[in-house]
């Protein structure tokens, strides 16, 4: 079940993963100058991110994908099978990484270009605090072309999504489009307490992890 992160006082406790010291430096003083954000920790390599979320317990991490030990895509699967998960956000340059489509099944609530502008990657920590996904719109459309490339058919995904009752599915087909919880609440008509408890229902009943293995899934029926 995707959850928000309410800490008393607003903080949004971030962990750095990078195997290169410079980019990882930059990123902790760019995030730590951010108002209500704070990395409290850094890791060079998947294999040391368990230890630093055992002992710093942070909300958010920012995670490269290729690192040479254990990359992001292992070292997130290990991270979101654990119980109450932290977010996380993978690093990539998208056009010469084909894994970044794994490392979102692997439970990651999207996705950064390294070359993103700092004041969005900014924005891009709180946003996944407050349980949105991070779907680049420049990239968005090619990463879910390649999603249905990849399955080869519709039909499996849709078949899954039957087990949604229609507000569940109404709902599903918004947070594919990108769309928050206020706006779906606002384009269908009801509470945006009422969206969360709907996504949390169809997070449930299809076994997923997050807002955004929900839009991958509509996206594999090919529904938006």
């Not at 990078?18 to 930059?26: I, S, T």
């Not at 489009?177 to 008509?189: D, M, V």
Request: aromatic content about 0%; charged content about 25%; some cysteine.
């Amino acid at each position: 079940m995707a959850r928000v992160i309410t800490r008393s006082d607003g903080t949004v406790r971030v962990l750095v993963v990078d195997d290169d010291p410079l980019v990882r430096g930059a990123l902790t003083m760019m995030l730590d100058g951010a108002a209500g954000i704070s990395v409290v920790g850094e890791a060079g390599d998947g294999d040391e991110v368990p230890a630093v979320v055992d002992a710093h317990a942070p909300d958010v991490v920012l995670m490269d994908l290729r690192m040479p030990r254990v990359n992001g895509i292992a070292a997130t699967r290990r991270l979101r099978a654990r119980p109450q998960p932290p977010e996380v956000v993978v690093l990539t340059t998208f056009d010469t990484d084909e894994n970044v489509l794994r490392a979102l099944r692997a439970g990651a609530s999207g996705f950064l270009l390294k070359d993103t502008p700092p004041a969005q990657i900014v924005d891009a920590v709180r946003r996944v605090a407050a349980g949105d996904p991070i779907l680049s719109p420049g990239v968005t459309r090619r990463l879910m072309d390649r999603v249905t490339a990849e399955t080869g058919s519709h039909e499996q995904a849709r078949a899954t999504l039957r087990a949604l009752s229609p507000r569940e599915h109404e709902v599903a087909i918004e947070v594919a489009r990108g769309c928050s919880n206020a706006e779906i609440a606002e384009g269908l008509g009801m509470t945006v307490a009422t969206v969360k408890a709907h996504v949390s229902h169809v997070l449930t009943k299809l076994h997923l992890g997050n807002r955004t293995q929900i839009a991958l899934l509509v996206h594999d029926a090919g529904l938006v």
